[in-house]
């Protein structure tokens, strides 16, 4: 039987040059289905046509917590903030913040499960380095997930960084980040491969991919429409230093 592959993107962050990069790359090998991991929008200038686009070309669409609180941000907050949420349509903004938190599928006798940072919240981190409590509650049945079968794979975004681990029979893995990786400059995305929707086990496969993508087109676009932080922006672009410690 023929295996099927399922795409796994996060993190684009208003990075279009960068995401139409990884889509090309994705339909290219003949890849149709695509989870969106979320955070389409904010520290990039085009999360507007990002969140359009992956309207458009996933399959399922998860919400990160830039997209979460984004409607939310007042008039009083810093600039940056209201120009990224102003940049987004009312429309765009209400998809955004209504899309679902986590998704579960079965493929080749593993059940999966899919959301933006953790089982708890969009906006609660795991980062590399975890504690063994912290990898543990990954695969619990939580409010937010809800009650179904524990799975046995998480896919998660949000910190930017792709790894993957495996212990007492699960597997955790970080898809790293499209449009604005801090492990490498490189954009990342994960295929999973396997038969979809088969309770049996059968072959299995978690793969990580790098596409390159013209980064100076990006942040001439950034500079073009005057978005505000462009310049560290710029620096993460380049270096994947994040913007926090730029100046450590």
């Known amino acids: 039987m023929p ?24 339909a290219g090998r003949g890849i149709r289905q695509i989870v969106n991991l979320g955070d389409n929008i904010g520290k990039g200038p085009r999360g507007a046509a990002a969140t359009d686009r ?20 007042g008039d009083d907050q810093p600039e940056e903030m209201r120009w990224w949420r102003d940049e987004l349509s009312v429309d765009q903004r209400q998809w955004l913040g209504g899309l679902a938190l986590s998704h ?20 609660v981190r795991v980062h590399f380095h975890h504690t063994d409590e912290e990898f543990d509650g990954m695969f619990r049945a939580t409010p937010m997930t809800g009650d179904g ?33 801090l492990d490498e400059p490189t954009p990342s995305y994960v295929i999973l491969e396997g038969i979809r929707g ?12 790098r596409v390159p993508y013209d980064v100076d087109a990006e942040i001439a676009v950034a500079h073009q429409v005057g978005m505000p932080a462009r310049d560290v922006w710029e620096v993460e672009l380049r270096t994947a230093v994040y913007r926090g410690r730029q100046n450590a």
């Open 149 to 181: 079968p524990a799975p046995t794979v998480v896919g998660y975004g949000d910190i930017h960084d792709a790894y993957i681990e495996s212990r007492d029979g699960r597997t955790l893995f970080n898809t790293g980040s499209v449009g604005n990786p």
């Open 54 to 73: 992956v309207r458009e070309a996933c399959e399922v669409n998860i919400r990160g917590n830039w997209d979460d609180f984004i409607d939310a941000v």
């Open 104 to 123: 579960d599928l079965v493929m080749s006798g593993r059940r999966i499960r899919l959301f933006h940072a953790s089982a708890e919240s969009p906006h």
């Open 3 to 26: 295996l099927d592959r399922i795409a796994v993107i996060s993190d684009v962050h208003g990075n279009l040059t960068a995401l139409e990069a990884v889509l090309g790359d994705i």
């Open 198 to 209: 088969a309770t049996a086990p059968a072959p299995f496969e978690v793969r990580f991919v």
